[in-house]
């Protein structure tokens, strides 16, 4: 029995390092995007997403990424708070995601950039909501 429980312990933290990675990688990503000399140094396939966006999108995008940082430290601190901290991230990245989506149509883009800029962002919050949510029925948050 306590080996299952220490290879759950070890899966859970594995998780919880790699979503804070992830998370402060867009966060390091956001703040990146909020200098325009940085932006200026950008595709301008890149460059146009980013300056046609929306206050409200970039607010999304801030809440998705800050969502994510904050509900990656509550859930290493394994405290419940961690659920609504990603259902915020999710719903930022939704946010942040679904004006992009129509912007894409007109930009000459990759598969592999909608891929990073679209379906894995979502892919990830989704996935960390459903394991916090997960978790915390377990009882590993409290």
Request: hydrophobic share 60%; glycine share 10%.
């Given at each position: 029995m306590s080996e299952t429980r220490s290879k759950t312990f070890i899966g859970f933290w594995v998780i919880a390092i790699a979503a804070l990675i992830w998370n402060l990688m867009g966060a390091a990503n956001f703040l990146f995007q909020m200098n325009p000399?940085?932006?200026?140094?950008?595709?301008?396939?890149?460059?146009?997403?980013?300056?046609?966006?929306?206050?409200?999108?970039?607010?999304?995008?801030?809440?998705?990424?800050?969502?994510?940082?904050?509900?990656?430290?509550?859930?290493?601190?394994?405290?419940?708070?961690?659920?609504?901290?990603?259902?915020?991230?999710?719903?930022?990245?939704?946010?942040?995601?679904?004006?992009?989506?129509?912007?894409?149509?007109?930009a000459s883009l990759t598969t592999a950039d909608v891929a990073l800029m679209i379906v894995m962002p979502v892919f990830v919050a989704l996935i960390l909501w459903l394991y916090a949510r997960k978790i915390a029925a377990r009882g590993w948050l409290r």
């Open positions: 000399e940085n932006i200026a140094l950008m595709p301008d396939t890149h460059r146009a997403l980013i300056e046609d966006r929306a206050v409200w999108t970039t607010a999304g995008f801030a809440a998705g990424v800050f969502g994510g940082v904050i509900g990656a430290i509550l859930m290493m601190l394994r405290r419940i708070w961690a659920v609504p901290a990603f259902a915020l991230s999710l719903i930022g990245v939704l946010v942040a995601i679904l004006p992009t989506i129509g912007l894409i149509r007109d």
